[in-house]
């Protein structure tokens, strides 16, 4: 009795020795990847089991009950993370099972260009490989709700800047970073604006940042456009800019600004309405805001480009027709 219990005791220490080795074989044997890079998606609330199905549903070869056998004893089948991953060479599943872990996703990016208006954000977004295109289609009014805007009309609440984002994300994530980071950055300069400026309210201000994005031609210049725009308004002259009618015009403008555009009424003819435009006109960056919130001291209430890039101020309407003689007119 005593020679069958040692030897029952002894099958079953080696038989957890087999399993034991085994058990440690597989933990660091590498993966045989049928290619590389090779590129899987953790869907976000997966669960261990569900994760290591859309993996070997990618065609990665990690035997699923092994890997889940193996992440369970180690206690550690909370810890996988969602996101689109690229193994760029074979790794084991110890190894994967850490980078899981990490959240070491693959990342793409996506610029939004200061001046850029809405269409141009939406077909950014939509032209991207890597994102989900679940905006797609939408109208402007289901997707600010799907942001959390407040706002009725899209055009510049979106921040332009580059945005890193896991590859598979959905274009509603950069929408909302955008979005919050646009509120963040006015939210501060308003707070931080210079007295007496000629509008009430933060969205007036994001408005005349739009303009100043659209009119300044050379960075060094910017705070003197703010500077003579927003004299402009304070004397009740109408603001005159022709980026404020080319919006208005949208896809019907042609590149082309005609004497008939400036004098056809609209909501965006600055020529023809006094007041800022109801709306922004395009994406401003942080300098523009920061200008239209912090505009240079100044009493020019005109400019005319020189042709490099930079422009002309005037305090009187004198001084300007000779600058645009001399600028524009080359007498």
Same mark, same amino acid.
């Given at each position: 009795?005593?020679?069958?219990? @040692?030897?029952?005791?002894?099958?079953?220490?080696?038989?957890?020795? #087999?399993?034991?080795?085994?058990?440690?074989? %597989?933990?660091?044997?590498?993966?045989?990847?049928? *290619?590389? /890079?090779?590129?899987? *998606?953790?869907? /976000?609330?997966?669960?261990?089991?569900?994760?290591?199905?859309?993996? !070997?549903?990618?065609?990665?070869?990690?035997?699923?009950?092994?890997?889940?056998?193996?992440?369970?004893?180690? $206690?550690?089948?909370?810890?996988?993370?969602?996101?689109?991953? !690229?193994?760029?060479?074979? #790794? &084991?599943?110890?190894?994967?099972?850490?980078?899981?872990?990490? +959240?070491?996703?693959?990342?793409?990016?996506?610029?939004?260009?200061? +001046?850029?208006?809405?269409?141009?954000?939406?077909?950014?977004?939509?032209?991207?490989?890597?994102?989900?295109?679940?905006?797609?289609?939408?109208?402007?009014?289901?997707?600010?709700?799907?942001? +959390?805007?407040?706002?009725?009309?899209?055009?510049?609440?979106?921040?332009?800047?580059? %945005?890193?984002?896991?590859? +598979?994300?959905?274009?509603?994530?950069?929408?909302? @970073?955008?979005?919050?980071?646009?509120? *963040?950055?006015?939210?501060?300069?308003?707070?931080?604006?210079?007295?007496?400026?000629?509008?009430?309210?933060?969205?007036?201000?994001?408005?005349?940042?739009?303009?100043?994005?659209?009119?300044? $031609?050379?960075?060094?210049? @910017? !705070?003197?456009?703010?500077?003579?725009?927003?004299?402009?308004?304070?004397?009740?002259?109408?603001?005159?800019?022709?980026?404020?009618?080319? %919006?208005?015009?949208?896809?019907?403008?042609?590149?082309?600004? @005609?004497?008939?555009?400036?004098?056809?009424?609209? /909501?965006?003819?600055?020529?023809?309405?006094? $007041?800022?435009?109801?709306?922004?006109?395009?994406?401003?960056?942080?300098? &523009?805001?920061?200008?239209?919130?912090? /505009?240079?001291?100044?009493?020019?209430?005109?400019?005319?480009?020189?042709?490099?890039?930079? &422009?002309?101020?005037?305090?009187?309407?004198? !001084?300007?027709? *000779?600058?645009?003689?001399?600028?524009?007119?080359?007498?």
């Amino acid at each position: 009795m005593l020679s069958l219990l @040692r030897k029952t005791l002894s099958l079953t220490f080696f038989a957890l020795a #087999v399993l034991a080795g085994y058990a440690l074989w %597989y933990a660091f044997a590498p993966i045989a990847l049928p *290619r590389t /890079p090779a590129e899987f *998606r953790v869907e /976000p609330g997966s669960s261990l089991r569900s994760a290591a199905r859309q993996m !070997e549903a990618a065609g990665i070869p990690l035997g699923r009950w092994r890997f889940e056998a193996l992440v369970r004893a180690l $206690g550690r089948s909370q810890e996988i993370k969602a996101g689109s991953y !690229e193994l760029q060479a074979a #790794v &084991s599943p110890l190894e994967l099972l850490d980078k899981l872990s990490r +959240g070491d996703v693959t990342q793409a990016e996506l610029a939004l260009i200061e +001046g850029w208006n809405i269409r141009q954000v939406r077909a950014a977004l939509d032209g991207h490989a890597f994102l989900r295109h679940d905006s797609a289609g939408m109208d402007d009014a289901e997707l600010l709700r799907r942001v +959390g805007a407040v706002e009725a009309h899209p055009e510049g609440l979106f921040f332009p800047d580059t %945005y890193l984002f896991a590859k +598979g994300s959905s274009d509603f994530d950069v929408l909302r @970073r955008a979005y919050r980071t646009q509120q *963040r950055h006015l939210a501060r300069e308003w707070e931080s604006r210079e007295p007496g400026l000629p509008y009430r309210t933060p969205y007036q201000a994001l408005i005349m940042a739009s303009v100043i994005e659209k009119e300044t $031609g050379r960075a060094t210049d @910017r !705070e003197m456009v703010a500077g003579a725009l927003s004299n402009r308004l304070r004397i009740g002259m109408r603001l005159q800019a022709d980026p404020t009618v080319i %919006y208005g015009l949208g896809a019907a403008f042609d590149g082309n600004l @005609r004497r008939r555009h400036l004098e056809e009424d609209g /909501p965006y003819n600055s020529y023809t309405r006094a $007041g800022l435009p109801p709306t922004p006109i395009a994406m401003p960056g942080l300098a &523009s805001l920061r200008a239209a919130l912090h /505009p240079a001291k100044t009493d020019a209430i005109y400019y005319v480009a020189r042709g490099d890039g930079s &422009s002309q101020f005037s305090r009187t309407l004198d !001084e300007h027709n *000779r600058a645009v003689a001399k600028y524009q007119l080359k007498r």
